[in-house]
T-cell receptor
Framework: RKEVEQDPGPFNVPEGATVAFNCTYSNSASQSFFWYRQDCRKEPKLLMSVYSSGNEDGRFTAQLNRASQYISLLIRDSKLSDSATYLCVVDCLTSGTYKYIFGTGTRLKVLA | GAVVSQHPSWVICKSGTSVKIECRSLDFQATTMFWYRQFPKQSLMLMATSNEGSKATYEQGVEKDKFLINHASLTLSTLTVTSAHPEDSSFYIC???????????FGPGTRLTVL
């Protein structure tokens, strides 16, 4: 079983749609959680951190459920520019260093 | 967010040559930097953790003599791919951990092609 699992997609949605991505992780000692977006042939860019209380940034809402070891990302009113791969990232303390464990990423295509 | 630069953005070299890639944190000090490699349609694979002033920690299966890492200052880490071969062709991405923000910020990546 992979440490961080995501549905690879692709998710093809029309402009204006609401889309939700899910992610599960296996290490219960994981410390912090993030969503990054990665455009084709570019580096990952931090989208938002994820907290148990849930956090919202404009059209984006992230949620963490520690008991179920589950992370989600909701995108409302999708734009064409939201098309990208969304990476679920778990930050784990390993041998005294915080390291990222990446999900495989979920591809999103927003269609006109 | 924090800014991380990487140079060069792309390089083409002949088999057997060495290539040096620089990673700089521009607006914060990074005691810890990371080097990743990414093949097409795959996720990032951590190669090594670079700690300022000490030896890098390599992930299993990554040859430390082939991928030399130096982290001589709080804002600069370098990765040298020695005696490069075509199978080393990949997208190399560095990141720097900003402890204040508790997250890693990635450089724009270096696309290496070995002929």
């Amino acid at each position: 079983r992979k440490e961080v699992e995501q549905d690879p997609g692709p998710f093809n949605v029309p402009e204006g749609a609401t889309v939700a991505f899910n992610c599960t992780y296996s290490n219960s000692a994981s410390q912090s959680f993030f969503w990054y977006r990665q455009d084709c042939r570019k580096e990952p860019k931090l989208l938002m951190s994820v907290y148990s209380s849930g956090n919202e940034d404009g059209r984006f809402t992230a949620q963490l459920n520690r008991a179920s070891q589950y992370i989600s990302l909701l995108i409302r009113d999708s734009k064409l520019s939201d098309s990208a791969t969304y990476l679920c990232v778990v930050d784990c303390l390993t041998s005294g260093t915080y390291k990222y464990i990446f999900g495989t990423g979920t591809r999103l295509k927003v269609l006109a | 967010g924090a800014v991380v630069s990487q140079h060069p953005s792309w390089v083409i070299c002949k088999s057997g040559t060495s290539v040096k890639i620089e990673c700089r944190s521009l607006d914060f000090q990074a005691t810890t930097m990371f080097w990743y490699r990414q093949f097409p349609k795959q996720s990032l694979m951590l190669m090594a953790t670079s700690n300022e002033g000490s030896k890098a920690t390599y992930e299993q299966g990554v040859e430390k003599d082939k991928f030399l890492i130096n982290h001589a200052s709080l804002t600069l880490s370098t990765l040298t791919v020695t005696s490069a071969h075509p199978e080393d062709s990949s997208f190399y991405i560095c990141s720097a951990r900003n402890y204040q923000q508790g997250a890693q910020f990635f450089g724009p990546g270096t696309r290496l092609t070995v002929l």
